[in-house]
DNA sequence: GTGGAGATGATTGATTTTGATTGAATATAG
DNA sequence: CTATATTCAATCAAAATCAATCATCTCCAC
């Protein structure tokens, strides 16, 4: 190919590096140690240097482009869809929960889950801005109370300033919270400023907040950031890469990961918990 | 395409498996894994992972692309009685709704029926306490604006002091009001406190109150009434008697009888505006 | 020339992915 | 309804890939 037979300094193989990505979206690390005719060895330490500066994406067998900010898909298809992490998040996030509790339902697929799951406890008091949830809720013999604000179709949410003043008059003991993706610099993000701005109301109103998040949602960002000074008290989730475990526990943030048998064991509990 | 015989990254068969299933509605395992030069099992696997990441539908045998479902029950409603004159006073009190107005839909199944008809027209604001309208209105243009409060199961709709404070907060030009009985010395009534409530909030925050309400309501007084000194500006009903007729002009209350032929003429009339 | 800092490529053991096998679950035919 | 044939999910060994380590190489200053 084009390649001199000269040495090629750092900066200009991680230009070819991207121009492969451009081209093929995702490559191999043979193709590249080919392609550049180094070692794989190098290859793997060009893309973790350019992973670590969010160049890419690394995949196993070799590396990915980075999409800017995916696209928030339609709530029917995150919805009927069974997805068997999120049920073991929800789970999992169930055993946080005490009869009497007032607690916070966000929007998102798997804090709906765990609204699903409230049948087991004695007279909670459910605050949420999920029509969803409300939904679900709607039956069960729970006090139930929506905050109010305009209607954001995508997420069947209620958000927004007008939000506000109901947010301001409730102290909830446990907000659940979902969110379109979460780093540790950044904390929660969603695509919509509105939204943002309820969870950031919401979170300032909760004695405790717990981040339900799947490993898809972890180290990746959306549009709008829920506030600079975020906090954190517990994330629930089904894997963490052991970095990011580490930076949330610095922060005083309990990691909780769903492993695969807690939802056995967590279902016989509540099964007996439910009389 | 670039595609050479080689070794696959999981992200590249991905975009071929959706590639295929976008020519093909469905495919089976087999031809996956004969397309791809692949075992079964690593297909199995891909389009497991594939459909927890809500891409597509797995079927025995194969896989079918996600088609989006639109069997929204949500919140599923019981037509009650008189439910033809409901619909005579819905359609009726349409004329009273103009292009950019901001309106506020009360519970009660008249006002839910109007709120069904409201897609003729354009860009309203519309503020709603009622889960039943705020479903049937989820999936229209206009913007839609939720007061929040206590969520009460029997009439659906969401009320007491917590959607006080939202509210204080908006100006509504036309308030649609239900209830469970009216009479001239109370006014509207309802068997609930928190209810008559949030029913008085309202009204105090609406240029122009109308109230719909077939002619089984008249007369009739339930448990708590919604103020002493109230008011309002327009009745729609479907047959009222000279007497209270008399007694509501004199309060400078207007009358609206919607007459039998009524419906057709101003559905027309409708169907026009709907360009 | 000498020595150190930084980078490269090979080696190694650990981790991940793959494909074959198995018994169980599901669909199809009679 | 039963019997037969697929298809599935779980398991395991083999292959591929990874991250860490180490010896070597280059470049540059002294």
């Not at 729970?142 to 958000?159: C, K, N, P, Q």
Request: net charge positive; with cysteine.
């Amino acid at each position: 190919m084009g390649g001199n037979g000269h040495k090629l300094l750092t900066a200009e193989r991680e230009q070819r590096i991207m121009q492969l990505l451009r081209d093929a979206e995702v490559v191999t690390v043979s193709a590249i140690s080919a392609a550049l005719g180094m070692s794989e060895a190098t290859v793997r330490r060009d893309l973790q240097a350019m992973h670590e500066r969010g160049l890419l994406e690394r995949v196993h067998g070799g590396a990915a482009i980075k999409q800017e900010s995916k696209p928030e898909p339609l709530f029917s298809d995150k919805e009927g869809q069974f997805s068997a992490e999120k049920q073991r998040i929800a789970t999992t996030a169930l055993t946080l929960i005490r009869d009497h509790d007032t607690i916070f339902l966000d929007g998102g697929s798997t804090v709906l889950m765990l609204a699903r799951l409230l049948d087991s406890f004695k007279a909670l008091t459910i605050v949420t801005n999920s029509l969803m949830a409300a939904a679900q809720l709607m039956e069960s013999p729970h006090r139930l109370i929506l905050t109010g604000g305009e209607f954001r179709a995508i997420s069947r949410t209620l958000v927004g300033p007008l939000s506000s003043p109901i947010l301001k008059n409730i102290v909830v003991d446990k907000a659940f919270m979902g969110t379109m993706g979460f780093t540790t610099s950044d904390g929660m993000s969603t695509t919509d400023a509105n939204e943002a701005y309820t969870k950031t109301q919401v979170m300032e109103r909760a004695r405790q907040v717990i981040l339900l998040a799947d490993r898809s949602k972890l180290g990746s960002s959306s549009f709008v950031t829920c506030g600079s000074d975020w906090r954190l008290d517990v994330l629930v989730t089904d894997a963490i890469d052991a970095k990011m475990r580490q930076e949330l526990e610095e922060r005083e943030t309990r990691v909780i990961v769903a492993g695969k048998n807690a939802g056995a064991k967590i279902k016989a509990d509540t099964t007996r918990r439910n009389r």
